[in-house]
């Protein structure tokens, strides 16, 4: 756990879910995000220890979490870690609570040995924590029609393999977020 004046960083507990469901539905307008969170955490892909909130005051204003999706390379398939979704309460935002977040859930998943992270995302906010776009990489995310190509990223961690190459398929959970 993280503080720092009366911003914690922590991991969830069950007794969240409802502040991080409010927190993912206003950030993103939409109850679509807060769903995949909740889909998430019913699969086999998700991650406890990568599953942070942020709270202020006691109220929990952010969360952000890494699960597993697979990376499919000719017949070969190997899991990797996704940060999505990343939310900050409309209230909170612009306080540095998403860097907070980002730079928080990223050193737990290198911590654990992953060699990458892969995100859909802005490259302007995401490439000051290292995220690089990800074909430079040889890994390929399908992307939303109206997302610009430069959003499927990555971040290399201590444990990068260069030769992790290939498509990234969601899990089942994505599927209503992957449609629009």
């Known amino acids: 756990m993280k503080s720092s004046d009366d911003l914690t960083i922590r991991p969830e507990v069950p007794g969240d879910r409802d502040a991080i469901a409010e927190v993912v539905e206003s950030a993103f ?44 390379d000719r017949d070969a398939q190997r899991r990797i870690a996704s940060l999505a979704p990343l939310a900050v309460a409309p209230d909170s935002q612009g306080r540095g609570i998403g860097a907070a977040l980002v730079r928080e859930v990223t050193g737990r998943a290198d911590a654990c040995g992953e060699p990458l992270v892969v995100l859909e995302g802005s490259p302007q906010y995401y490439g000051r924590f290292g995220f690089e776009y990800s074909v430079l990489h040889g890994i390929e995310i399908t992307l939303p029609s109206w997302a610009p190509p430069e959003s499927a990223q990555v971040l290399r961690l201590g444990a990068y393999d260069p030769s992790l190459r290939g498509l990234v398929v969601y899990p089942p959970a994505f599927d209503e977020v992957t449609e629009h």
């Open 29 to 72: 307008g939409s109850p679509a995000e807060a769903r995949l969170v909740e889909r998430i955490r019913a699969s086999p892909h998700f991650v406890p220890e990568l599953s942070i909130v942020a709270e202020l005051s006691g109220r929990v204003v952010g969360h952000v979490m890494i699960s597993y999706v697979a990376l499919h």
